[in-house]
């Protein structure tokens, strides 16, 4: 009989090294970054629409998984040794774990931290000496998967780090790309959260000229858009200086995503919209496949 290690639950962090006062507001460190990488890539694996554009199920064949494996970092160690088909089920309904908690991301509610709870089952943790220059700390914590099968490697690496992710509330890292017609899923990584769009094609491109155009819009129609710099005082030194500096690309995202005219709100409703169906045909599709 097999001998399955201590369940962990999310109330302490997975592994890696704990984070301190200062790297709270940064980002992680490299493990945890790697596997939360690997997991949105996993996820892009899926049919769908990313940038505009359809692309296949690339994890269709033993072959396909075999090709996503290769293409990971190698400090993962997620050897191809032990894909075959059955192993590609597993990964592709760990996919599907792994889409729904990108989609209900931020976690906060119980429900939605039992689905992480369910990918920690069975998963143990274990002390492990770090060597290097650059080591933060003598030990670091580190997943034992509940076999060495690669689904089982996979599951326990992502779900330890989607339990740091939940520790210290980080979990709104996780997106599906704000662009129009993509499904893709991203994990923001930068310091200043601002990574709203995938890197499959030109989204954030897309989104800067429809931006654009709602604001001549607006113009041509008699409206302004309120912005942080037209909310400033018109007698205030720093508010006038603000109109005249380029802003930063962190302001740049946060206008697209919060739109003010008429016409952007309109369409980020109907962005909003369709991918909420495009959404919910993916998991009718799911469910129809699975009772097949």
């Given at each position: 009989m097999r001998t399955v290690a201590p369940r962990t639950k999310v109330t302490v962090p997975a592994f890696g090294a704990p984070l301190n006062w200062q790297e709270k507001t940064a980002m992680f460190n490299a493990e945890i970054n790697?596997?939360?990488?690997?997991?949105?890539?996993?996820?892009?694996?899926?049919?769908?629409?990313?940038?505009?554009?359809?692309?296949?199920?690339?994890?269709?064949?033993?072959?396909?998984?075999?090709?996503?494996?290769?293409?990971?970092?190698?400090?993962?160690?997620?050897?191809?040794?032990?894909?075959?088909?059955?192993?590609?089920?597993?990964?592709?309904?760990?996919?599907?774990?792994?889409?729904?908690?990108?989609?209900?991301?931020?976690?906060?509610?119980?429900n939605e931290v039992e689905a992480i709870n369910g990918l920690l089952e069975g998963v143990g943790i274990k002390l492990v000496?770090?060597?290097?220059?650059?080591?933060?700390?003598?030990?670091?914590?580190?997943p034992i998967p509940v076999s060495n099968q690669i689904?089982?490697?996979?599951?326990?690496?992502?779900?330890?780090?989607?339990?740091?992710?939940?520790?210290?509330?980080?979990?709104?890292?996780?997106?599906?790309?704000?662009?129009?017609?993509?499904?893709?899923?991203?994990?923001?990584?930068?310091?200043?959260?601002s990574k709203l769009f995938c890197?499959?094609?030109?989204?954030?491109?897309?989104?800067?000229?429809?931006?654009?155009?709602?604001?001549?819009?607006?113009?041509?129609?008699?409206?302004?858009?309120?912005?942080?710099?037209s909310e400033a005082s018109p007698n205030s030194g720093a508010g006038s200086k603000r109109k005249l500096e380029k802003p930063s690309s962190a302001e740049k995202a946060e206008e697209i995503n919060r739109p003010t005219s008429v016409s952007a709100v309109a369409a980020k409703e109907f962005r909003d919209r369709m991918r909420e169906e495009l959404m919910d045909k993916r998991k009718k599709k799911s469910k129809t496949s699975k009772k097949s």
């Open positions: 790697r596997a939360l990488t690997a997991a949105a890539d996993l996820i892009n694996t899926s049919e769908g629409l990313k940038s505009a554009r359809p692309t296949p199920d690339t994890l269709d064949s033993a072959e396909g998984l075999k090709a996503y494996l290769s293409e990971r970092e190698p400090e993962l160690e997620w050897p191809t040794s032990t894909a075959n088909r059955k192993q590609l089920e597993r990964v592709r309904a760990l996919r599907e774990k792994l889409l729904t908690v990108w989609s209900s991301a931020p976690v906060t509610e119980p000496h770090t060597t290097g220059e650059d080591a933060e700390s003598s030990f670091r914590q580190e689904s089982d490697i996979m599951t326990a690496t992502i779900a330890a780090a989607l339990a740091h992710l939940v520790t210290e509330e980080e979990t709104g890292r996780l997106r599906i790309c704000r662009g129009d017609d993509c499904e893709a899923a991203i994990v923001d990584l930068t310091r200043n959260r890197d499959f094609g030109n989204c954030a491109n897309r989104a800067h000229v429809r931006a654009y155009r709602a604001r001549q819009a607006a113009k041509r129609n008699g409206t302004t858009a309120v912005t942080e710099s």
